[in-house]
Structures are given as structure tokens and as C-alpha cells.
């Protein structure tokens, strides 16, 4: 039987209640089976995390608990060198025929800067979920070419079977990775 699997990557450091929630928002929107969260081991666009791997999947099988469908994956801290999403994505294709990358659309933003990103967009699906008040500037829509890639319906997005992105416009929560270590750094 298969299964809609969504891949949801990040630092996680730490992993919050923002991070849950658009799992969740994605899960239920594109009827995912289960979510992956892929801690990066090394980053090339960002600075390294502050926990270790192995801390950081330790907090996600914590925060993952009780949520059904919800899965750590070590797939990254298992390689060598600086962690590349469009690698990552063509290993778990191999092992998951309906598989979607999810990302946040501030991630999305930033996508030209990252590793053969025209790759990542060409040869899977990406979902974005939309945090308030997060926008893409017309610039950056037309290099990544979205108006080109843009589906309306989750039928549509897994029918292409590649190529394509939908918008899932709608998550409330907007805590971020950034604004929990400034609160914590605050005391």
C-alpha cells in the first residue's frame, strides 16, 4: 500500500510548537500518512546548530511522541559532510513513491541560495505552508518559476508525481526556531 510521506527538514534546535503545528497543517491538508523531521547535520546557507544531532533527535522523538504519523529520521546525521536537501529528497524517493518536501514559506524565500534547488523543485513536490504574514517577492516567484509549478489541490500536486508546488495557505501559529533561542538567550 502506499503512503503519502511528507519531509519536513530543519535545524530543530530546538524543535517547538511552531515546527508541530505545520507538520500538523501539512498532514491534514495533504492527507500524509506520516512526516519525517530530518535534523540537518551541516548546514551550507546557516550556521551549525547549538545542540548536537544527536541531542536534536532526541528532542524531536520527544516532541514526536503522541503524534500519530509523526517520525524523527536520523537519514542526514547518517551521512557524511554538509547536508543537502535535494540529496536527502532523492534518497527517501527511493524508498517512498508519494513523497512531498515541506517547507515554510519564509524557506522558500531563501530557496535560490540553496544547493541545486532547481533540482529540488524539478524532481519532487513541495508543499508550502504559509506562516502569517509571510511573503515571497515577485523577484524570487520568478526565478523559481512558481506560477509555472503551481497546483491547486493535493490530487494535483500527487498526480504530477513531480515538478510541482502547492501553497497551503493558513497556519495560525508563528512561533519560530529564532524567536524561542532570543527568548531563551534572555532568560
Not at 104 to 121: F, H, I, K, Q, V
Request: one cysteine or more; charged letters at 25%.
Amino acid at each position: 500500500m502506499r503512503q503519502r510521506v511528507g519531509v519536513y527538514g530543519g535545524m530543530f534546535d530546538p524543535v517547538h510548537k511552531g515546527h508541530l503545528a505545520l507538520a500538523r497543517y501539512a498532514q491534514q491538508a495533504l492527507n500524509l500518512d506520516k512526516v519525517l523531521f530530518v535534523p540537518c547535520k551541516l548546514p551550507n546557507h546557516r550556521e551549525a546548530a547549538h545542540a548536537s544531532g544527536s541531542q536534536r533527535l532526541v528532542m524531536l522523538r520527544l516532541a514526536c511522541e503522541g503524534e500519530p504519523g509523526f517520525e524523527p529520521s536520523a537519514v542526514e546525521l547518517e551521512r557524511d559532510g554538509v547536508s543537502y536537501s535535494v540529496d536527502t529528497l532523492a534518497e527517501l524517493r527511493s524508498e517512498h513513491e508519494d513523497l512531498v518536501f515541506l517547507m515554510g514559506r519564509d524557506a522558500l524565500a531563501s530557496l535560490p541560495r540553496w544547493e541545486r534547488w532547481e533540482t529540488l523543485l524539478d524532481e519532487g513536490l513541495t508543499a508550502v505552508v504559509s506562516r502569517p504574514d509571510a511573503v515571497v517577492a515577485n523577484d524570487v516567484a520568478q526565478t523559481l518559476r512558481l506560477a509555472d509549478r503551481l497546483v491547486e489541490s493535493p490530487e494535483a500536486l500527487f498526480a504530477a508525481r513531480r515538478g510541482r508546488l502547492i501553497l497551503l495557505d493558513g497556519l495560525a501559529n508563528s512561533l519560530s526556531s529564532s524567536a524561542v533561542r532570543g527568548e531563551l538567550a534572555r532568560g
